[in-house]
């Protein structure tokens, strides 16, 4: 297993009713295909060697003998093969006959699985000829000339990921078996079914496959019958569905007439780091029935080549999602901070305004929150604080973004009040380095301070998740606040809030303000601008693209991931923008920072949580501020 990845299929083969040559040949040759493509277990429909349409032909002893050979048949050629496969086939045992799955490997058995919840309603009649698992209790069965185990409760342990199977509508029962599966290790359900098509049941099956996954914190697989089935009442639509704990990772086209795999990574990991951390998932395990645990053989390894596409922006959802993603954020801010003034019964806030994209954020929340509680906007001291470094275009956007808002405006300039402060520490102000930039910035933050203390009011902190995961704030500078409003969002979703805000929540001229804010360069403006007057201290030449330390540190503190793994998929997302020298450079930076820069993050100010990922020492985040960095920047290094 490479990167904690497994690859998996879901088949849909070319089917004819009863024909079991013909369905044991369309499945070998999805077998051999998928064998082919480096594929390590295969999942076909719901008695996809008989078909699933049989109907009272199920109670032909000729049916059910040839479905046998059929499956010796498919076996023997597939001797040579490490892939797993699960078929589906009606089993007999002495008065039983059930609707059963079937796994093997290397022309052996490993064991049969017999469908728990038989449907008996509307065009449903498997009550007619099949039995329940639960009415077959002996631990094994004789099929193919192999005694194997048999029963709902198997767990098969591959070397890289624990499966199981659960039987098309046992899905849809209230309580169904991959719920307990799950809880007894299964990481990876496969699920052969026969889902007929009415209208809307496609939307539900997407949403039912994606909480089950999600609420098991597994990979679950479903293939289900397609072309080829009777429609003597009901058309069989061909759903092929791979999800991934809530996610549809891939999808058969519907109503295909034409065979189909459809092929995706499950990240085993992930699902593995996700029970670890989530206690609801540890806390629900109990005694029950032990299941039966099958060992398989080791599978050959491949290279591991990706079909599932990564995010590069996994804070940033795509279309209309990133506009209710936005909405739910900034009400999300908004109520946090009308709580804390409430508590305090306090009118006023002070911030810093820069012209930039956090203490614009900040500024937004704070107009909004103020309309909430009924208090007038003057309440808001809004301070810009031109320093060495501040340039007219931010400097005019802070002052035209304040009184279009209409609240209190001061202005305090830094210059003079660093420049004696540089003389009294005996500092060269030509030399450009940490101490001239901190020191601007720790006098901002006191001029806030003080500000505050002097009307009363709550300084409202303006530094956001990026700038904090990696130590890009001076400590005791603008690393502090009395109220932080957006230490929890990412840097490259902070453009985008204020982005909506311009375009959903305020008039023309402040939208054209915020509009050229968030095309503006981020920086933090401490040092002198260029010849032209123009932003010449860039923050992502410094520390390297925010676009990729979010990706970093989604991987990072969301799912635990080391340092090659997030490299691994770094590449695959950025491989049209950056090379791999390049992510692998600004890894080894996030790595580095991030592991130095824990004490700022360990007396970090209070603020709203808005998303999975968070830093506050409180609750998301718990780290030593002297923890050793050594073995993620080894394992940097061997990149």
């Given at each position: 297993m490479k ?12 089917v004819?009713?009863?024909d ?6 369309q499945?070998d ?6 064998e082919g493509?480096?594929?390590?277990i295969?999942v076909?429909p ?10 009272d032909?199920f ?45 093997i490997?290397r ?18 009649n ?8 639960s009415?077959y ?7 193919c ?16 990921v624990?499966?199981?199977?659960e ?14 599966l ?10 052969p079914?026969a ?6 049941k496609?939307?539900?099956l ?10 098991c ?17 009901v058309?069989?639509?061909?759903n092929?569905?791979?999800a ?6 891939a999808?058969?086209?519907r109503?295909?007439?034409k065979?189909?795999?459809?092929i ?19 806390s629900?395990l109990?005694?029950s ?7 398989t053989?080791?599978t050959?390894?491949?290279d ?6 990564v ?11 990133l506009?209710?993603?936005c ?6 801010q ?26 614009t ?5 704070c107009?909004k929150?103020f ?6 906007r003057?309440g808001i ?25 209409g609240?209190?405006?001061?202005e ?5 009040a660093?420049?004696?402060h ?13 101490t001239y930039?901190n020191?601007?910035?720790r006098?901002?933050?006191q001029i ?7 009307v009363?009011g ?6 956001d998740l990026s ?6 704030a001076t400590?005791?500078?603008d690393?502090?606040?009395m109220y ?6 990412p ?5 985008y809030?204020v ?9 023309n ?21 260029d010849?032209?007057g123009?932003i ?29 793994k997030?490299f691994?998929?770094a ?5 049209k923008?950056?090379?791999e020298?390049t992510?692998?450079?600004w890894?080894t930076?996030?790595?580095r ?14 603020g709203?949580?808005?998303g999975?990922v968070g830093i ?9 501020s002297?923890?050793?960095?050594a ?9």
């Amino acid at each position: 297993m490479k990167h904690g990845f497994v690859k998996v299929a879901a088949a849909i083969p070319q089917v004819k009713v009863a024909d079991c040559k013909f369905n044991a040949q369309q499945i070998d040759t999805q077998i051999a295909i998928a064998e082919g493509k480096g594929i390590q277990i295969i999942v076909f429909p719901e008695l996809s060697i008989t078909g699933y349409t049989c109907a009272d032909l199920f109670g032909q002893t000729l049916l059910l003998e040839e479905a046998e050979i059929s499956l010796m048949q498919i076996m023997n050629n597939t001797r040579q093969m490490d892939i797993i496969s699960i078929v589906g086939m009606p089993i007999a045992s002495n008065s039983l006959l059930m609707n059963g799955a079937v796994v093997i490997q290397r022309g052996k058995i490993l064991g049969v699985i017999p469908k728990s919840y038989l449907p008996n309603h509307g065009e449903n009649n498997e009550q007619r000829w099949f039995s329940p698992a639960s009415k077959y209790i002996e631990p094994s069965i004789r099929l193919c000339g192999q005694n194997v185990p048999c029963s709902s409760e198997l767990i098969f342990e591959t070397p890289d990921v624990n499966f199981a199977v659960e039987i098309g509508s046992d899905l849809f029962t209230p309580v169904p078996p991959s719920a307990s599966l799950a809880l007894k290790g299964a990481e990876i359900i496969f699920n052969p079914s026969a889902s007929i098509e009415v209208i809307g049941k496609h939307n539900y099956l997407l949403q039912t496959i994606a909480q089950q996954s999600s609420r098991c914190l597994c990979g679950y697989v479903m293939s289900s019958c397609g072309f080829g089935e009777s429609t003597t009442d009901v058309v069989y639509g061909g759903n092929a569905l791979i999800a991934e704990y809530g996610n549809i990772l891939a999808s058969s086209e519907r109503f295909s007439l034409k065979e189909q795999l459809v092929i995706s990574e499950i990240d085993v990991e992930l699902i593995r780091n996700e029970r670890r951390s989530n206690t609801l998932f540890t806390s629900s395990l109990g005694e029950s029935k032990p299941a039966i645990h099958i060992a398989t053989e080791m599978t050959n390894p491949r290279d591991l080549v990706l079909t599932r596409p990564v995010e590069p922006h996994p804070f940033v959802p795509k279309g209309e999602e990133l506009n209710k993603r936005c909405e739910e954020i900034f009400a999300i801010q908004i109520a946090g901070l009308a709580k804390r003034l409430v508590h305090i019964n306090g009118k006023t806030v002070v911030l810093g305004i820069s012209g930039g994209l956090d203490s614009t954020l900040a500024l937004l929340v704070c107009a909004k929150t103020f309309d909430k509680l009924g208090l007038s906007r003057k309440g808001i001291i809004g301070i810009t604080m031109p320093g060495f470094g501040t340039t007219d275009r931010t400097y005019n956007n802070a002052l035209h973004l304040m009184a279009s808002l209409g609240i209190t405006i001061q202005e305090i300039s830094i210059k003079e009040a660093c420049i004696q402060h540089f003389k009294d520490i005996d500092h060269d102000m030509t030399i450009h380095d940490v101490t001239y930039e901190n020191g601007q910035a720790r006098e901002r933050t006191q001029i806030l301070m003080d500000v505050a203390n002097k009307v009363n009011g709550l300084v409202v902190g303006t530094g956001d998740l990026s700038e904090l995961a990696l130590g890009w704030a001076t400590y005791n500078g603008d690393h502090m606040s009395m109220y932080g409003v957006n230490g929890n969002i990412p840097k490259t979703l902070v453009k985008y809030l204020v982005n909506w805000v311009a375009l959903n929540g305020v008039d023309n001229e402040s939208r054209n303000t915020l509009l050229d804010i968030v095309d503006t360069p981020i920086s933090p403006e401490l040092i002198p601008a260029d010849e032209m007057g123009n932003i010449k201290q860039k923050t992502e030449d410094l520390v390297g693209p925010y676009e990729l330390h979010d990706f970093f540190i989604y991987h990072f503190l969301r799912f635990g991931f080391r340092p090659s793994k997030i490299f691994y998929l770094a590449s695959n997302a950025f491989r049209k923008e950056y090379s791999e020298e390049t992510i692998k450079k600004w890894l080894t930076t996030f790595c580095r920072r991030f592991f130095q820069q824990q004490f700022k993050r360990s007396c970090l100010p209070d603020g709203p949580k808005v998303g999975s990922v968070g830093i506050s020492p409180r609750g998301d985040w718990k780290m030593p501020s002297d923890a050793c960095a050594a073995l993620w920047l080894k394992e940097c290094e061997e990149l």
